[in-house]
């Protein structure tokens, strides 16, 4: 399952890269990647970079929140 807002956009291949990622892996609850935040005319804006984590997230994710809602996909 993939998040996207009215007012967010992802890349084309967006699901393409994220997809793979879950075959031969059960264990894999929520992939997720990085974003970037634009502007009203579709210009990057300056941020910080994410630090991208990876096996069991929860801890770090109760502190940094470092998942944005449409950089993430699912497993159902």
């Known amino acids: 399952m993939a998040f996207l807002d009215a ?3 992802c890349l084309p ?9 879950f075959e031969n892996r059960p264990q894999v609850g929520v992939i997720y990647s990085d974003r970037e935040n634009t502007d009203h005319l579709g210009q990057p804006l300056p941020q910080e970079q994410t ?6 997230v929860s801890g770090p994710l109760l502190i940094e929140n470092f998942v944005s809602f449409p950089a993430a996909v699912a497993h159902t």
């Open 51 to 56: 630090h991208l984590h990876h096996g069991r």
């Open 7 to 9: 007012d967010d956009v």
């Open 13 to 21: 291949d967006k699901l393409a890269w994220q997809m793979p990622l």
